[in-house]
């Protein structure tokens, strides 16, 4: 099997990344369904609203993720994920029904996009962890690149489906799909053969876990930068939803089927990123780098696009930095911690993402709402390229190396990746 898909050659990894695609499509079909119905049924498309409706989802992660870093330590993982994804299945369902049926009010979405980022404060650090258990350490860069390649696919796909049947009938139908997907993942968790399973190390018990984690990553430097970025990009540069959503209908004056389309044509680079990535041999700082500048520096392009197309184009670009940026902290993390501390730190990390993008996204929804659009684009591009830049700095200084220097590796990272 070609060293780009060395991890599928695990019995286990297979079956859990099928059930991970199918999950990964309605999951995607979902966010466009959930900001549609809250921006053009629920509302006069207030993108605050569609803001405060993602900063539910995720603001969940901020508080809670922790605990569910200290639960994956802790306990078996794949019992975790059975529970979590049969709540978020269930959540789907609730959902969709009310919407088929009419009587969908905007609270219900709220509420919604709550339960949603409840369930996903528990399931998504015992789901990264769980990745090192199917294949080990020495698959895990692939296995972590192949799983981006998965939700990237399904990113390619899922917003474009979902165009289709929302315009063709509607969102309720799209929320009952992605609650049925659901299924995928917990008939996979089943069939894992648990003998095969690699045993790793479990925390003890006690009453400062999370202390302990954060302890942890304070120790390090490397991690530390990683959260402060993560956070930075995560609050500013990855609110593609709302962004999109009111660039299509405010600056462009398009529907359903062509905001779909967007979240299609992002999904284009995102994947081609995690190829990319799933051939390399390990994290690189350069490709982090390189990942957040140009992450900064093709949003803030995109913001003064003249019309649709050369907008949607300039997605690609924006969906490649921003998988790079993301795999890299993601592996570097997988990699460089020690078992029995993984869950935790990656609990954190993911805290920062998603916490920094619920944080971010009334912000962001409010700008688009004021001032336009377009003003919502360029603030994030320009706040993300500062924090790029401002990151070399600090790596340059840590490392001896010059300004230039530093900067000439992060622009490496993004040529390498381009090529």
Sequence with gaps: MSAMFRALENRNYRIWAGGALVSNVGTWMQRIA??????TVLTNYSGAAVGLTTALQFL???LLGPYGGVLADR??????LLWTQLAMGLTGLAIGLLVVTGTAQLWHA???ALCLGIASAIDAPARQAFVSELV???NIFNAVALNSASFNTARLTGPAVAGVLIAWVGTGPVFLLNAASYAAVIISLFLIRTSELVPVARSGGGKHQVA????YVRRRPDLVLIMVLVGILGAFGMNFPITNALMATTEFGVGAGEFGLLGSIMAVGTLAGALLAARRAGPRLRFLLGGALGLGFFTLVGSVSPSFWPYAVLLIPVG????TFLNSCNTSIQLSVEPQF?????ALYLAVLQGGTALGAPLMGWIGSEFGARWSVAGGGIVVLLAGLAAVIVVSRRSRLSFRGALRVAFRGNREQAA
């Design 110 to 112: 709220y509420l919604a």
């Design 212 to 215: 302990e984690g954060v302890n």
């Design 60 to 62: 969940p992660m901020l």
């Design 75 to 80: 306990y078996r993982k794949r019992i975790i």
């Design 34 to 39: 959930q900001d549609w119905l809250v921006l």
């Design 342 to 346: 993984r869950g935790r730190v990656l």
């Design 136 to 138: 080990g350490q020495d």
């Design 320 to 323: 490649l930095a921003s998988i």
